[in-house]
């Protein structure tokens, strides 16, 4: 039984927050498609004006916080600077910023709103879906700065820890599934 045990965490450990080793993509590109983009134009269907720059002092904080855990290395349900998985970092930073929220990704993911890449800001969360086998959200990353189409996020990897990506990349743009505001 211990045995069992010790495979089983071992698994979830080496597939729990993105890839072992890192992935090159050649032909294979993915296109990202707005939702709800007809030429209706009835007021209801016209898209919300973005706030100008979302001068949101709370997103700013947990960014910083998230950045503190910068290069800490990956642990399997860490929450600490000895160890971080993915959404223990989320979970932290929001903690530390007075924001209660789940503590798996794929509990994160039920939160929020759905929103469509092109108003991905500062402070929002991204989901992914690493497992080859697996059909359910199993990575989160913190967006940190959004320069145009280039969407920068922090997130934990088992093989490089805590570290800011580019949804721009191929495997993460590959494994994305979507976006959530929660502030």
């Not at 927050?17 to 890192?22: A, D, E, L, R, V």
């Not at 296109?31 to 973005?50: A, C, F, H, I, M």
């Not at 007075?98 to 994160?108: E, G, V």
Request: a positive charge; proline letters at 3%.
């Amino acid at each position: 039984m211990l045995r069992k045990t010790i495979i089983l965490l071992l698994f979830f450990a080496i597939t729990a927050c993105g890839p072992g080793k890192k992935r090159r993509t050649y032909s294979k590109t993915r296109t990202v498609t707005v939702e709800g983009s007809t030429n209706d134009t009835s007021p209801e269907r016209l898209p919300k004006p973005k706030k100008e720059g979302r001068k949101n002092d709370k997103a700013d904080a947990i960014v910083s916080t998230a950045m503190t855990y910068s290069g800490t290395r990956y642990k399997y349900g860490g929450t600490t600077k000895k160890g971080m998985d993915c959404s223990g970092l989320v979970y932290v930073s929001l903690k530390e910023n007075d924001i209660l929220f789940p503590r798996t990704s794929y509990q994160m993911a039920l939160e929020g709103q759905k929103i469509r890449v092109g108003d991905i800001e500062k402070g929002d969360l991204l989901f992914f879906q690493t497992s080859k086998t697996g059909r359910r959200i199993n990575h989160v990353g913190l967006v940190v700065d959004v320069n145009g189409r280039d969407i920068k996020f922090i997130h934990s990897t088992t093989s490089r820890g805590v570290l800011v990506s580019s949804l721009r990349e191929g495997y993460w743009n590959s494994a994305f599934v979507k976006a959530m505001r929660i502030l």
